[in-house]
């Protein structure tokens, strides 16, 4: 999917944020299609419309742009230093404990969108004492994969939210018939036998479906017809009366229940009528007694549903909070995407390193806390935003950073000879200011082999004076490198290159864009296991197993 306007407008003001309300084209451009692969093949276009942009955001006074940048992308003012001290509002209404709920669907395991709303109810529960369930909604049984009834509690354990029980709808279809025949009995749910078009048409023109006024005799009967399998998909439906001039189409009538013919993974062909998720939400938010619900602002409509069932039944009514949806940018999501690319071998399974999963997250090395940090100083706002990785990011660094080993790591490596005589000793602490991680020293004696990255490489003028990281100063010749001196008065005038000694392993890492980078490996990272910081690379979570990293940043 390309980028409108709008969507690039908001990376050049992100960019020109964090460069004094000046935007950077080349940065902007890289960005945009690293983020949007497609837009590559209309480079010029693109390009074009950044150039344009950019002149525009850098013509105006900085102070403005700022300004602009914080109304259009609010998470840019969250600062890391500060996230601790952010507090979630205060819920209303709390008289003693609360009781909150996660209600996702095992559709598949919870990706980085997920943890917010797990969060936030979390904190909650932990804030004011109480009760966090978890409801695992089932009812669609043509939308389950199986593995995400267990999937989905360790997600949350590895978040650290505690779940105090877990609810499975498909578990309480007895419930869900009982209330629907109460609605029944109380004219204010009827069995609708209209074509779905054709029931869609009236519901657009504010018109009452002629089944509307069955009497409830006849509807009960109808109903438990359909429960029994006497109706094939498609050809009846149970509705809940609501107002038909109702300014939105789709909060008039809603179907409550449909008749589902795809077997269900747990209860198999046990049931033929399923509720729909409003009326299925509403009867278990009223049975678990909860008192508040924090979700998306893209459930406002739901709400004013699930409402009228709580109005018939005299139920009271949790307090409700909506927050603004985030936009997770280069991320993928969507379950239905994974699936099928997991079918067709496009990806490894859940935790491939190119999906935006929590199984994916814990494989790269965040750490559970960052998300915790960061939602909570994002809080609940009502308006939407984007993700920052940038500052999520740099959360997650401040919390790995103190354990991280620094490794030597050289991509696509060129074995080069140091020549000129000198016996060679590099020792180097493996944390800067962690001495608890001690020290590597590498003796590698006269003329040594050494492995340095090749983009290096290729930038070195020959005779050109060059540092090699904890090593020594050397100058390219002809043929190869000449040991120069080890003298660090003029570091911040020469390149300094990392480099690995002769003995290094081979060693790949995968990174999240299905890139792949191979490359040597110091000998005495041998061992070494978890989130390491590759010295001039990025942060990489070893798995000695299986002899590769993940990318993390």
Same mark, same amino acid.
């Given at each position: 999917?390309?980028?409108?306007?709008?969507?690039?407008?908001?990376?050049?003001?992100?960019?020109?944020?964090?460069?004094?309300?000046?935007?950077?084209?080349?940065?902007?451009?890289?960005?945009?299609?690293?983020?949007?692969?497609?837009?590559?093949?209309?480079?010029?276009?693109?390009?074009? #419309?950044?150039?344009?942009?950019?002149?525009?955001?850098?013509?105006?006074?900085?102070?403005?742009?700022?300004?602009?940048?914080?109304?259009?992308?609010?998470?840019?003012?969250?600062?890391?230093?500060?996230?601790?001290?952010?507090?979630?509002?205060?819920?209303?209404?709390?008289?003693?404990?609360?009781?909150?709920?996660?209600?996702?669907?095992?559709?598949?395991?919870?990706?980085?969108?997920?943890?917010?709303?797990?969060? #936030?109810?979390?904190?909650?529960?932990?804030?004011?004492?109480?009760?966090?369930?978890?409801?695992?909604?089932?009812?669609?049984?043509?939308?389950?994969?199986?593995?995400?009834?267990?999937?989905?509690?360790?997600?949350?354990?590895?978040?650290?939210?505690?779940?105090?029980?877990?609810?499975?709808?498909?578990?309480?279809?007895?419930?869900?018939?009982?209330?629907?025949?109460?609605?029944?009995?109380?004219?204010?749910?009827?069995?609708?036998?209209?074509?779905?078009?054709?029931?869609?048409?009236?519901?657009?023109?504010?018109?009452?479906?002629?089944?509307?006024?069955?009497?409830?005799?006849?509807?009960?009967?109808?109903?438990?017809?359909?429960?029994?399998?006497?109706?094939?998909?498609?050809?009846?439906?149970?509705?809940?009366?609501?107002?038909?001039?109702?300014?939105?189409?789709?909060?008039?009538?809603?179907?409550?229940?449909?008749?589902?013919?795809?077997?269900?993974?747990?209860?198999?062909?046990?049931?033929?009528?399923?509720?729909?998720?409003?009326?299925?939400?509403?009867?278990?938010?009223?049975?678990?007694?909860?008192?508040?619900?924090?979700?998306?602002?893209?459930?406002?409509?739901?709400?004013?549903?699930?409402?009228?069932?709580?109005?018939?039944?005299?139920?009271?009514?949790?307090?409700?909070?909506?927050?603004?949806?985030?936009?997770?940018?280069?991320?993928?999501?969507?379950?239905?995407?994974?699936?099928?690319?997991?079918?067709?071998?496009?990806?490894?399974?859940?935790?491939?390193?190119?999906?935006?999963?929590?199984?994916?997250?814990?494989?790269?090395?965040?750490?559970?806390?960052?998300?915790?940090?960061?939602?909570?100083?994002?809080?609940?706002?009502?308006?939407?935003?984007?993700?920052?990785?940038?500052?999520?990011?740099?959360?997650?660094?401040?919390?790995?950073?103190?354990?991280?080993?620094?490794?030597?790591?050289?991509?696509?490596?060129?074995?080069?000879?140091?020549?000129?005589?000198?016996?060679?000793?590099?020792?180097?602490?493996?944390?800067?200011?962690?001495?608890?991680?001690?020290?590597?020293?590498?003796?590698?004696?006269?003329?040594?082999?050494?492995?340095?990255?090749?983009?290096?490489?290729?930038?070195?003028?020959?005779?050109?004076?060059?540092?090699?990281?904890? #090593?020594?100063?050397?100058?390219?010749?002809?043929?190869?490198?000449?040991?120069?001196?080890?003298?660090?008065?003029?570091?911040?005038?020469?390149?300094?290159?990392?480099?690995?000694?002769?003995?290094?392993?081979?060693?790949?890492?995968?990174?999240?864009?299905?890139?792949?980078?191979?490359?040597?490996?110091?000998?005495?990272?041998?061992?070494?296991?978890?989130?390491?910081?590759?010295?001039?690379?990025?942060?990489?979570?070893?798995?000695?197993?299986?002899?590769?990293?993940?990318?993390?940043?």
């Amino acid at each position: 999917m390309l980028p409108d306007e709008s969507e690039i407008r908001k990376i050049v003001l992100r960019n020109a944020y964090l460069h004094d309300g000046k935007a950077d084209l080349g940065s902007v451009i890289n960005k945009i299609m690293g983020q949007y692969p497609e837009a590559r093949s209309k480079g010029k276009e693109i390009s074009a #419309l950044v150039s344009s942009l950019v002149r525009d955001v850098n013509s105006t006074d900085p102070k403005k742009v700022i300004e602009e940048a914080l109304s259009e992308l609010p998470e840019l003012g969250v600062k890391v230093k500060n996230v601790q001290e952010h507090r979630l509002p205060d819920l209303s209404g709390v008289t003693g404990e609360v009781r909150m709920r996660l209600a996702p669907s095992p559709s598949g395991p919870l990706h980085v969108g997920h943890s917010r709303m797990a969060i #936030l109810n979390d904190e909650y529960v932990r804030r004011y004492g109480g009760k966090l369930f978890l409801r695992i909604e089932d009812t669609n049984p043509a939308n389950i994969d199986l593995d995400a009834y267990h999937l989905i509690p360790e997600d949350l354990e590895w978040l650290e939210v505690k779940v105090h029980e877990i609810v499975v709808q498909s578990k309480r279809m007895s419930v869900y018939y009982k209330e629907a025949k109460k609605l029944i009995e109380r004219g204010s749910m009827y069995i609708c036998e209209c074509d779905q078009p054709v029931f869609k048409n009236y519901k657009l023109h504010s018109e009452a479906c002629p089944h509307r006024d069955r009497s409830p005799e006849e509807n009960l009967d109808k109903f438990e017809k359909m429960i029994s399998g006497g109706f094939s998909k498609g050809t009846v439906s149970a509705v809940v009366k609501t107002d038909l001039n109702h300014p939105n189409p789709s909060i008039r009538d809603w179907i409550a229940f449909r008749v589902k013919e795809e077997t269900h993974p747990l209860t198999g062909k046990t049931y033929f009528a399923y509720p729909m998720m409003n009326f299925s939400v509403a009867v278990d938010d009223h049975y678990l007694d909860l008192t508040h619900v924090i979700r998306g602002k893209d459930n406002l409509s739901n709400t004013e549903k699930q409402s009228y069932v709580f109005q018939y039944m005299g139920w009271k009514k949790p307090h409700y909070y909506h927050y603004g949806l985030v936009h997770i940018p280069g991320t993928i999501l969507k379950t239905s995407i994974i699936k099928k690319g997991i079918r067709d071998g496009t990806y490894s399974g859940w935790s491939d390193i190119r999906l935006g999963t929590l199984l994916t997250m814990k494989r790269r090395g965040y750490r559970p806390e960052t998300f915790r940090k960061y939602w909570v100083a994002s809080g609940m706002r009502e308006i939407d935003s984007e993700f920052s990785w940038e500052i999520f990011n740099s959360i997650n660094r401040e919390i790995i950073d103190p354990g991280a080993r620094r490794l030597w790591f050289v991509p696509n490596p060129v074995q080069l000879k140091i020549e000129g005589g000198i016996d060679l000793k590099s020792s180097a602490p493996f944390h800067p200011g962690n001495p608890a991680l001690g020290d590597r020293t590498y003796n590698l004696g006269s003329d040594p082999d050494i492995f340095i990255p090749e983009k290096d490489w290729a930038y070195i003028q020959e005779n050109e004076r060059f540092r090699l990281k904890d #090593l020594c100063n050397v100058i390219r010749t002809h043929t190869g490198i000449r040991y120069s001196d080890n003298s660090h008065d003029d570091l911040k005038k020469v390149k300094i290159v990392q480099w690995s000694p002769s003995g290094s392993s081979d060693f790949k890492v995968e990174k999240p864009d299905g890139a792949v980078d191979t490359g040597k490996i110091e000998p005495l990272f041998s061992g070494v296991k978890g989130v390491s910081q590759f010295e001039r690379y990025g942060y990489v979570n070893i798995d000695p197993e299986k002899n590769v990293g993940y990318f993390l940043h």
